[in-house]
């Protein structure tokens, strides 16, 4: 079973990685595995950021029907 998605744990893996980007002398292969990596990353922390708004405004929209 996969590991269930942590913002925060990815938030700080994007942090970690772009300072390894910036830090160190990375071969345009280890720069591509890298970049790649954020970016995947990224788009998960988007998607949760979506849902969790979507889930936000159901909650206030039931709340104002009661």
Do not use: W
């Amino acid at each position: 079973m996969p590991a269930k998605f942590s913002y925060e744990n990815a938030v700080s893996e994007i942090e970690k990685t772009i300072e390894e980007i910036e830090n160190e002398d990375l071969s345009v292969d280890e720069l591509s595995d890298k970049v790649k990596k954020v970016a995947s990353l990224l788009k998960k922390c988007k998607q949760k950021l979506i849902d969790t708004k979507g889930d936000v405004d159901q909650l206030l929209t039931d709340m104002s029907k009661s």
